[in-house]
């Protein structure tokens, strides 16, 4: 299994073996016990998610704050996605910066994000089905977005008009955030 480090401290994306023959394939999205190796994290997920996005959907930037707060082992199984997420550990050198992971089907790559980050990813193909772990329950009251386009963050999501819930075209701006991590 391979991994990268993203520069923040924290993030990981890894690729799984794939084992590939006249059937078909083969790999294991998740081992504890390899993740653990890679992390140095032994996490307890409790909830796994799935989406599914038209090209050009855009989701984010998500988060929860604590005691909710959620890590999220996240993969993309049809289709792929532009994946960013964006420090918000007050005490961290990389806080207010972000990592894009390009995370595809094809690729079969997983990325790591843990609590403390605000998540959230463009669709670049119709169908995209997005699918996550989460360490903690969904908790709505606890549930916060930080306005994807924030000029601020300066991400470049490649995309200037993205479809988007009225949640995420009004989240609040990165200067206004006061962050409990």
């Given at each position: 299994?391979?991994?990268?480090?993203?520069?923040?401290?924290g993030l990981l994306v890894y690729t799984p073996k794939k084992f590939s023959d006249y059937r078909g394939s083969f790999s294991e999205s998740f081992n504890l016990k390899l993740f653990t190796e890679l992390s140095g994290l032994s996490p307890?997920?409790?909830?796994?998610?799935?989406?599914i996005s038209k090209k050009n959907v855009l989701r984010g930037l998500h988060f929860q704050i604590p005691p909710h707060a959620q890590g999220k082992l996240v993969r993309v199984v049809a289709g792929s996605a532009l994946d960013v997420a964006v420090d918000l550990r007050m005490g961290s050198a990389t806080y207010g910066?972000?990592?894009?992971?390009?995370?595809?089907?094809?690729?079969?790559?997983?990325?790591?994000i843990p609590p403390g980050f605000a998540h959230g990813f463009l669709s670049l193909t119709d169908e995209t089905?997005?699918?996550?772990?989460?360490?903690?329950?969904?908790?709505?009251?606890?549930?916060?977005?930080?306005v994807w386009n924030d000029s601020a963050l300066n991400i470049d999501w490649r995309i200037t008009a993205p479809v988007?819930?009225?949640?995420d075209a009004e989240g609040v701006k990165f200067v206004d955030f006061i962050s409990p991590f």
């Open positions: 299994m391979a991994a990268n480090n993203l520069g923040i401290t307890q997920f409790v909830q796994d998610n799935e989406s910066k972000h990592a894009k992971v390009l995370l595809s089907a094809s690729e079969g790559n997983v990325f790591w089905i997005f699918q996550y772990k989460c360490t903690n329950y969904y908790h709505q009251a606890s549930e916060k977005s930080i988007l819930s009225p949640k």
